[in-house]
Nanobody, 129 residues
Framework: QVQLVESGGGLVQAGDSLRLSCTAS????????MGWFRQAPGKEREFVAA????????HHADSVKGRFTISRDNAKNTVYLQMDSLKPEDTAIYYC??????????????????????WGQGTQVTVSS
């Protein structure tokens, strides 16, 4: 079993920055990819960013492109989400996800929730105007 633990959320003002972290632990961890999703009240969980654990390729949703950056530290089994120029519409619970079994290519499936086997408990990000 794999556990994902997120940290770094909080309450900030518009224009501020936050960095979220997600560390994987449990059985020997190997992954095809990790991602960040978010869910605002009354809305569906949506894709934010993904990174291939093997190649380091990244992909960001259009809504965060240029403001958010996903990165990884393989040695620490940790993925990060650097969030700059935050907006009130970024307010949501942010979830980390990991793909630990092959479910098709990363490039074709990286933004799809079913691609990921494991999910963290979520961390709240609130951006005030």
């Amino acid at each position: 079993q794999v556990q994902l633990v997120e940290s770094g959320g909080g309450l900030v003002q518009a224009g501020d920055s936050l960095r979220l972290s997600c560390t994987a632990s449990g059985r020997t961890f190997s992954s095809y990819g990790m991602g960040w999703f978010r869910q605002a009240p009354g809305k569906e969980r949506e894709f934010v960013a993904a990174i291939s654990w093997i190649t380091g390729y990244t992909h960001h949703a259009d809504s965060v492109k240029g403001r958010f950056t996903i990165s990884r530290d393989n040695a620490k089994n940790t993925v990060y989400l650097q969030m700059d120029s935050l907006k009130p519409e970024d307010t949501a619970i942010y979830y980390c996800a990991a793909s630990a079994s092959y479910r098709g290519s990363w490039s074709a499936n990286k933004a799809d929730r079913p691609y990921y086997d494991y999910w963290g408990q979520g961390t709240q990000v609130t951006v005030s105007s």
